[in-house]
C-alpha cells in the first residue's frame, strides 16, 4: 500500500527541547516537503527536497532543520530556536519534472509545546 | 511571483443545495492548478488538477472546477452537497519550482 506516513500522530515537548518528526514515502517520489499549519493560515512551507543530499529552506525555515540520506525519508527537527512550535505539520512527497507536480500528503504530526 | 487568494474564509450550506467554493491566482506563466481538501486533523487530498488541457476538471467526489484564464480564476463547483463535503478545502498554484496555498476555506454543510 503506496503512500507517506508520519509519525508520531500527537507529540508534546516542553519548552528549550529539540524533537525530531518522522516522515517516510514509499512512493518512490523525487521531491518531499514539510509544511506547518496553523489555524485560519493556510499551509507555509518550511523545508523542501528535491533529491537526497540537497534540500532548500521554504518561507519558514528559522528554528527548523531538515536532512535527506534516504530518498524514503525527510525528517524534521523543530530545535528550541523555533519561538512558536506548537501547530500542525504536514509532510509531502511528488515527482520533480522542472518543477513539483501534485503533492501527496502523510496525515501530519500535531506538536504541542507545554 | 504567483500568488492565490480564496475569496471567501468560510462558506455554508445546505445539504442538497449547490457548493461554490472561489479562488483567484495571479501567475507570470502557464501555472497548474489544484484543489485539496483536508477533513479535521489529517492530511490533504487531492481533489482535482489543472494543467494546461481542458479548462473544466472534473474531480473526485462530484467536484469539478474550471479555468478562466480572463478572470484568472479557479473556482470551485459541486451540483449538491453532502455532509460528508464538511471539510477545508485549499487552492493551490503551481508556477516553475514553487506551489502556494491559499488561505483555505472551511464548508459548512447544514443538515
Known amino acids: 500500500d503506496g503512500g507517506i506516513t508520519q509519525s508520531p500522530k500527537y507529540l508534546f515537548r516542553k519548552e528549550g527541547q529539540n524533537v525530531t518528526l518522522s516522515c517516510e514515502q514509499n512512493?518512490?517520489?523525487?521531491?518531499m516537503y514539510w509544511y506547518r499549519q496553523d489555524p485560519g493560515q493556510g499551509l507555509r512551507l518550511i523545508y523542501y527536497?528535491?533529491?537526497?543530499?540537497?534540500?532548500q529552506k521554504g518561507d519558514i525555515a528559522e528554528g527548523y532543520s531538515v536532512s535527506r540520506e534516504k530518498k524514503e525519508s525527510f525528517p524534521l527537527t523543530v530545535t528550541s530556536a523555533q519561538k512558536n512550535p506548537t501547530a500542525f505539520y504536514l509532510c509531502?512527497?511528488?515527482?520533480?519534472?522542472?518543477?513539483?507536480?501534485?503533492?501527496?500528503f502523510g496525515p501530519g504530526t500535531r506538536l504541542t509545546v507545554l | 511571483a504567483q500568488s492565490v487568494t480564496q475569496l471567501d474564509s468560510h462558506v455554508s450550506v445546505s445539504e442538497g443545495t449547490p457548493v461554490l467554493l472561489r479562488c483567484n491566482y495571479s501567475?507570470?506563466?502557464?501555472?497548474?492548478l489544484f484543489w485539496y481538501v483536508q477533513h479535521p486533523n489529517k492530511g490533504l487530498q487531492l481533489l482535482l488538477k489543472?494543467?494546461?488541457?481542458?479548462?473544466l476538471v472534473k474531480g473526485i467526489n462530484g467536484f469539478e472546477a474550471e479555468f478562466k484564464k480572463s478572470e484568472t480564476s479557479f473556482h470551485l463547483t459541486k451540483p449538491s452537497a453532502h455532509m460528508s463535503d464538511a471539510a477545508e478545502y485549499f487552492c493551490?498554484?503551481?508556477?516553475?519550482?514553487?506551489?502556494?496555498f491559499g488561505a483555505g476555506t472551511r464548508l459548512t454543510v447544514k443538515p
Open positions: 509531502a512527497s511528488s515527482t520533480w519534472a522542472g518543477g513539483p507536480n501534485e503533492q501527496f
Open positions: 512512493l518512490n517520489h523525487d521531491a
Open positions: 527536497s528535491q533529491i537526497v543530499n540537497d534540500f
Open positions: 501567475s507570470s506563466y502557464s501555472p497548474s
Open positions: 489543472y494543467t494546461s488541457a481542458a479548462t
Open positions: 493551490v498554484v503551481s508556477e516553475r519550482n514553487d506551489m502556494r
